[in-house]
């Protein structure tokens, strides 16, 4: 120390200290003087002892002038130092970035100038410091009073300037120090980092893709920004970075992919619509790569799709396109459980777009992997059964290919039946609502008679006596009026004649008899009029109440319409037809009787 005060005169010490800046700069310049004339007599020794002077004395004092002046002086010293600079930073740099924390506002802007010129003058060498000088910028960049900011900006732009040039800056270092700090909050620390990120991207050298998983999120949180302008920044990075994964031959997919799933269910709505946009390219350019990845990227495409903004759903219908397009192998990582799972829950989804798709999903799966989805089956049965009360027709249709789809084999058929049957019991009204449509959906999908076989087997043994009239009066109805089954009532009316219409007819009737309507239009389908006179007959031991008035008129009614045109021919020939007119009479005398006065 004494060897170092020998070396500077008192008065420049005693000026490096004072209030007034002009004398302190005075100082500062014989300081350059000083250290010049040692360093061009090479007395290095002497040199490290007038900075170390400068540190102890003057930066690390507690009276905020001999800070100043400690800053001034070191960058004047460097200054001084010209190109031999570079073996004394380690002294000189530590002390300058301690000064940037410090609580005097104007302390840290002589920091930033001092840095400033000292970084002008060792340039590429102090890269070594690069990691301790940008954390630094990241804290300045939102300091509290405004010279400093503009001072540490000037500074930011001559350290990117030094980065983009120099050779020896490690971008493996450096990224865990970026990804921690893109959690921060700050609006001018985003914009700092932003910054600097689009800077080391215009690099040529420096490979920002291949880290671009380490501060992916970062950025995406950033879409949601207050600032517009910070967004706008966020978004340009990023369409920079999805234009050069375009152009990359190697990307890695798998990492990115897990970030863009969560951001693509952020309720921001720029960030939702940024993120599935990049699953949409991403899907079309890693296509095998991301099979591992497909359940997770279907879980959010499909709520996606019903998305208040058209432009999310626009690009969420062109990606779950391109994801149903590839065609993967469950023996390869494809995940069909998981897929299955992922439908099962948006079955449950208040938007009917989402449930449509999610169906499409399960459907092309049995298509594809009818093996594989059948393993399933007891994870998806119920939720599928229970789609068959959903409020939407196109959703119930959907539902009921699958079900034919996964019903193809008998035992499966036998279960989607008896299944149907106790919803039907346990939930009238779906019975009420959607059993025309579904009864008259699986008859086309599934044969007619095939479905009406093992519905009568079911019913002939219901112990629920109500149900199983209710239930029989309904098949009966779908029966004689619907279009899809009108092979099934020509079958029916050969029955006299035609041993598979007999056989029929036999296996509908034990059923049929839970409802003694329902009985009568089977035999009256049937031609067996004999038989429907002796059920009308017996009729008179029934307790003839409003309900069976009702149906009685319900079948009188039908009698009207074109399925019975023929009857209705047959009474032209009443001696030919006895039986059918008996039966007739027989529920005429049924309906009340009207006294005329």
Same mark, same amino acid.
């Given at each position: 120390?004494?060897?170092?005060?020998?070396?500077?005169?008192?008065?420049?010490?005693?000026?490096?200290?004072?209030?007034?800046?002009?004398?302190?700069?005075?100082?500062?310049?014989?300081?350059?003087?000083?250290?010049?004339?040692?360093?061009?007599?090479?007395?290095?020794?002497?040199?490290?002892?007038?900075?170390?002077?400068?540190?102890?004395?003057?930066?690390?004092?507690?009276?905020?002038?001999?800070?100043?002046?400690?800053?001034?002086?070191?960058?004047?010293?460097?200054?001084?130092?010209?190109?031999?600079?570079?073996?004394?930073?380690?002294?000189?740099?530590?002390?300058?970035?301690?000064?940037?924390?410090?609580?005097?506002?104007?302390?840290?802007?002589?920091?930033?100038?001092?840095?400033?010129?000292?970084?002008?003058?060792?340039?590429?060498?102090?890269?070594?410091?690069?990691?301790?000088?940008?954390?630094?910028?990241?804290?300045?960049?939102?300091?509290?009073?405004?010279?400093?900011?503009?001072?540490?900006?000037?500074?930011?732009?001559?350290?990117?300037?030094?980065?983009?040039?120099?050779?020896?800056?490690?971008?493996? %270092?450096?990224?865990?120090?970026?990804?921690?700090?893109?959690?921060?909050?700050?609006?001018?620390?985003?914009?700092?980092?932003?910054?600097?990120?689009?800077?080391?991207?215009?690099?040529?050298?420096?490979?920002?893709?291949?880290?671009?998983?380490?501060?992916?999120?970062?950025?995406?949180?950033?879409?949601?920004?207050?600032?517009?302008?910070?967004?706008?920044?966020?978004?340009?990075?990023?369409?920079?970075?999805?234009?050069?994964?375009?152009?990359?031959?190697?990307?890695?997919?798998?990492?990115?992919?897990?970030?863009?799933?969560?951001?693509?269910?952020?309720?921001?709505?720029?960030?939702?619509?940024?993120?599935?946009?990049?699953?949409?390219?991403?899907?079309?350019?890693?296509?095998?790569?991301?099979?591992?990845?497909?359940?997770?990227?279907?879980?959010?495409?499909?709520?996606?799709?019903?998305?208040?903004? %058209?432009?999310?759903?626009?690009?969420?219908?062109?990606?779950?396109?391109?994801?149903?397009?590839?065609?993967?192998?469950?023996?390869?990582?494809?995940?069909?459980?998981?897929?299955?799972?992922?439908?099962?829950?948006?079955?449950?989804?208040?938007?009917?777009?989402?449930?449509?798709?999610?169906?499409?999903?399960?459907?092309?799966?049995?298509?594809?992997?009818?093996?594989?989805?059948?393993?399933?089956?007891?994870?998806?049965?119920?939720?599928?059964?229970?789609?068959?009360?959903?409020?939407?027709?196109?959703?119930?249709?959907?539902?009921?290919?699958?079900?034919?789809?996964?019903?193809?084999?008998?035992?499966?058929?036998?279960?989607?039946?008896?299944?149907?049957?106790?919803?039907?019991?346990?939930?009238?009204?779906?019975?009420?609502?959607?059993?025309?449509?579904?009864?008259?959906?699986?008859?086309?999908?599934?044969?007619?008679?095939?479905?009406?076989?093992?519905?009568?087997?079911?019913?002939?043994?219901?112990?629920?006596?109500?149900?199983?009239?209710?239930?029989?009066?309904?098949?009966?109805?779908?029966?004689?009026?619907?279009?899809?089954?009108?092979?099934?009532?020509?079958?029916?009316?050969?029955?006299?004649?035609?041993?598979?219409?007999?056989?029929?007819?036999?296996?509908?009737?034990?059923?049929?008899?839970?409802?003694?309507?329902?009985?009568?239009?089977?035999?009256?389908?049937?031609?067996?009029?004999?038989?429907?006179?002796?059920?009308?007959?017996?009729?008179?031991?029934?307790?003839?109440?409003?309900?069976?008035?009702?149906?009685?008129?319900?079948?009188?009614?039908?009698?009207?319409?074109?399925?019975?045109?023929?009857?209705?021919?047959?009474?032209?020939?009443?001696?030919?037809?006895?039986?059918?007119?008996?039966?007739?009479?027989?529920?005429?005398?049924?309906?009340?009787?009207?006294?005329?006065?």
């Amino acid at each position: 120390m004494a060897d170092a005060l020998f070396v500077i005169p008192a008065s420049v010490l005693r000026n490096l200290s004072d209030k007034l800046y002009e004398k302190r700069k005075n100082a500062a310049l014989e300081f350059e003087g000083i250290v010049k004339q040692l360093a061009s007599s090479g007395d290095h020794e002497k040199i490290s002892l007038v900075i170390n002077l400068l540190t102890t004395e003057f930066v690390y004092s507690p009276q905020a002038n001999h800070r100043k002046g400690g800053l001034i002086g070191l960058a004047a010293a460097t200054v001084g130092l010209t190109s031999e600079a570079a073996q004394h930073l380690e002294q000189i740099v530590p002390p300058v970035l301690n000064s940037f924390s410090d609580q005097d506002s104007r302390v840290r802007y002589y920091a930033c100038e001092a840095l400033y010129n000292i970084a002008k003058i060792v340039r590429g060498d102090f890269i070594i410091f690069f990691n301790q000088i940008f954390d630094a910028l990241c804290k300045l960049s939102a300091d509290s009073d405004g010279n400093v900011q503009s001072a540490a900006h000037l500074l930011d732009r001559l350290v990117k300037d030094i980065v983009t040039e120099s050779d020896q800056f490690s971008i493996e %270092e450096f990224i865990p120090l970026l990804r921690e700090r893109m959690n921060v909050l700050n609006p001018y620390v985003r914009q700092f980092l932003v910054g600097w990120i689009t800077v080391l991207d215009s690099v040529p050298d420096i490979d920002m893709l291949g880290f671009l998983p380490d501060f992916l999120d970062g950025l995406f949180n950033m879409l949601s920004d207050s600032s517009h302008e910070i967004r706008q920044q966020a978004d340009s990075a990023l369409s920079e970075f999805l234009q050069e994964i375009k152009n990359s031959p190697s990307v890695d997919y798998s990492r990115m992919a897990e970030i863009l799933v969560q951001r693509a269910a952020s309720p921001d709505e720029f960030t939702r619509l940024t993120a599935i946009t990049w699953i949409n390219e991403f899907v079309k350019l890693g296509r095998d790569q991301l099979v591992p990845y497909y359940a997770d990227i279907l879980g959010v495409i499909l709520p996606c799709i019903s998305d208040k903004e %058209e432009k999310i759903r626009v690009v969420a219908r062109e990606t779950n396109e391109e994801l149903r397009a590839i065609k993967a192998d469950p023996a390869e990582t494809f995940d069909v459980g998981a897929i299955l799972s992922i439908t099962r829950r948006q079955l449950d989804s208040e938007w009917e777009a989402t449930r449509i798709e999610a169906l499409h999903w399960i459907s092309t799966l049995l298509n594809r992997h009818r093996a594989e989805v059948l393993c399933f089956l007891n994870d998806i049965f119920d939720t599928l059964l229970k789609a068959l009360s959903d409020s939407s027709d196109e959703v119930v249709l959907l539902v009921l290919d699958i079900h034919a789809c996964i019903a193809q084999d008998p035992l499966n058929f036998r279960q989607l039946v008896v299944f149907l049957v106790y919803n039907f019991r346990v939930d009238h009204s779906l019975l009420e609502r959607r059993g025309a449509l579904i009864i008259r959906r699986l008859c086309v999908l599934l044969d007619a008679e095939r479905v009406y076989r093992e519905l009568s087997t079911i019913l002939e043994g219901e112990a629920d006596l109500d149900f199983a009239c209710i239930m029989v009066q309904a098949l009966n109805l779908i029966l004689l009026t619907s279009s899809e089954l009108s092979e099934l009532r020509g079958l029916l009316k050969q029955s006299l004649v035609n041993a598979a219409g007999k056989d029929l007819f036999v296996s509908l009737y034990a059923s049929w008899c839970h409802s003694p309507m329902a009985i009568i239009s089977l035999c009256l389908l049937a031609q067996m009029y004999q038989h429907a006179s002796a059920v009308t007959q017996s009729l008179v031991e029934e307790d003839i109440n409003a309900k069976f008035l009702v149906q009685l008129d319900k079948l009188i009614r039908l009698l009207e319409t074109p399925i019975f045109a023929y009857i209705r021919l047959q009474l032209l020939e009443p001696g030919r037809y006895l039986w059918l007119l008996k039966a007739l009479y027989g529920l005429l005398m049924l309906l009340p009787q009207v006294r005329q006065c």
